[in-house]
């Protein structure tokens, strides 16, 4: 497994803008796919975006489609989350995930979180209301 940490999170105000950011160490990304999801308190973890690390194709959640946009830099082994126009609705923690074995893409299986085997800690955004 690869070990991921996230950063960037924080207190924004509304419509507010914050970048999201997800290292790796131990070993390189797989490559194969890295997800967001979040977790808001009392609430499961939710998936928020999806990218294809080689092709990429992206996949969103209806709720940040348009306002949020996934990345990844191979050069730099990192991922990132460019969030904008923060709405209440978006306080959570945000957690990076990666999959490390081959498969074919799917947006029904990158929205799951039992297709993801290594995880970040998570990090906390907070828009109040």
């Known amino acids: 497994q690869v070990h991921l940490g996230e950063s960037g999170g924080g207190l924004v105000q509304a419509g507010g803008s914050l970048r999201l950011s997800c290292a790796a160490s131990?070993?390189?990304?797989?490559?194969?796919?890295l997800a967001w999801f979040r977790q808001a308190p009392g609430k499961e973890r939710d998936f928020v975006a999806a990218?294809?690390?080689?092709?990429?194709?992206?996949y969103y959640a209806n709720s940040v489609k348009g306002r949020f946009t996934i990345s990844r830099d191979n050069a730099k082994n990192t991922g990132g989350q460019q969030m904008s126009s923060l709405k209440s609705e978006d306080t959570a923690a945000y957690y990076c995930?990666?999959?490390?074995?081959?498969?074919?893409?799917?947006?029904?299986?990158?929205?799951?979180?039992?297709?993801?085997?290594?995880w970040g800690q998570g990090d906390q955004v907070t828009r109040p209301p």
């Open positions: 995930a990666d999959r490390s074995s081959r498969a074919a893409w799917h947006t029904a299986l990158a929205s799951r979180a039992d297709w993801y085997d290594s």
């Open positions: 131990g070993r390189s990304f797989s490559n194969y796919a």
């Open positions: 990218i294809d690390w080689s092709t990429p194709r992206t």
